[in-house]
């Protein structure tokens, strides 16, 4: 059995390391804000080795390291590689829902202006804005209370650099025109369509 314990080069999302060496144990990536994930793979350097570390990890904001331990095949010496990430803090919002309507545009993190159209009935809003940075927080107005047409604010601060501000802009449909349906007694059932979505009053 082998004894050999090192590798033949380590993949972040499948390129290289860059610069590897089998002895080098230590190594630096560093990631944009929006890569809280990646894929850390890695090439034996004997076919019985032992390959511990490898596969989808997660990547917080900040600096992280992760560990590849390599044991040999005859099990008797291991080599630890230890990958440094350094992923770039933000203010940006990975998603951001409003109840079950839909934003246009499609939410994206660069995009800070949106319109959404909700129904004439509606008061408010239930906002779920998630930032990519696990230090930023999230303040929101104008979303509760809403009468007539509003914008509202999604405001993202983030210790380590500058805040964003998300704008959207809030129109109501028009209230609908009250239509009388009478359904006259005929001792069976009848059935009534809904011509749209709404509030509706049932009188006997």
């Given at each position: 059995?082998?004894?050999?314990?090192?590798?033949?080069?380590?993949?972040?999302?499948?390129?290289?390391?860059?610069n590897?060496?089998?002895?080098?144990?230590?190594?630096?990536?560093?990631?944009?804000?929006?890569?809280?994930?990646v894929?850390?793979?890695?090439?034996?350097?004997?076919?019985?080795?032992?390959?511990e570390?490898?596969?989808?990890?997660?990547?917080p904001?900040?600096?992280?390291t992760?560990?590849?331990?390599?044991?040999?095949?005859?099990?008797?010496?291991?080599?630890?590689?230890?990958?440094?990430?350094?992923?770039?803090?933000?203010?940006k919002?990975?998603?951001?829902?409003?109840?079950?309507?839909?934003?246009?545009p499609?939410?994206?993190?660069?995009?800070?202006?949106?319109?959404?159209?909700?129904?004439?009935?509606?008061?408010?809003?239930?906002?779920?804005?998630?930032?990519?940075?696990?230090?930023?927080?999230?303040?929101?107005?104008?979303?509760g209370?809403?009468?007539?047409?509003?914008?509202?604010?999604?405001?993202?601060?983030?210790?380590?650099?500058?805040?964003?501000?998300?704008?959207?802009?809030?129109?109501?449909?028009?209230?609908p025109?009250?239509?009388?349906?009478?359904?006259?007694?005929?001792?069976?059932?009848?059935?009534?369509?809904?011509?749209?979505?709404?509030?509706?009053?049932?009188?006997?």
């Open positions: 059995a082998s004894s050999y314990q090192y590798l033949t080069d380590i993949t972040v999302d499948g390129k290289s390391v860059g590897f060496n089998p002895t080098k144990l230590d190594y630096t990536i560093n990631l944009p804000y929006d890569m809280d994930e894929d850390l793979d890695a090439f034996y350097g004997h076919p019985g080795q032992t390959i570390g490898l596969g989808k990890v997660q990547v904001t900040g600096q992280s992760k560990k590849i331990e390599v044991m040999s095949e005859d099990k008797n010496q291991m080599t630890t590689y230890n990958i440094h990430f350094v992923r770039a803090h933000s203010s919002l990975k998603s951001l829902k409003l109840g079950n309507y839909d934003l246009d499609v939410c994206h993190s660069d995009t800070l202006e949106y319109t959404v159209n909700i129904m004439n009935a509606t008061l408010s809003l239930d906002v779920e804005a998630t930032p990519y940075d696990e230090e930023a927080k999230v303040a929101l107005k104008g979303f209370y809403i009468n007539q047409s509003a914008i509202g604010t999604i405001t993202v601060t983030e210790p380590n650099c500058e805040k964003t501000v998300y704008t959207v802009k809030i129109l109501k449909d028009e209230a025109v009250a239509t009388p349906y009478e359904f006259p007694y005929t001792g069976k059932i009848q059935t009534f369509t809904a011509p749209m979505t709404g509030y509706y009053r049932l009188e006997t």
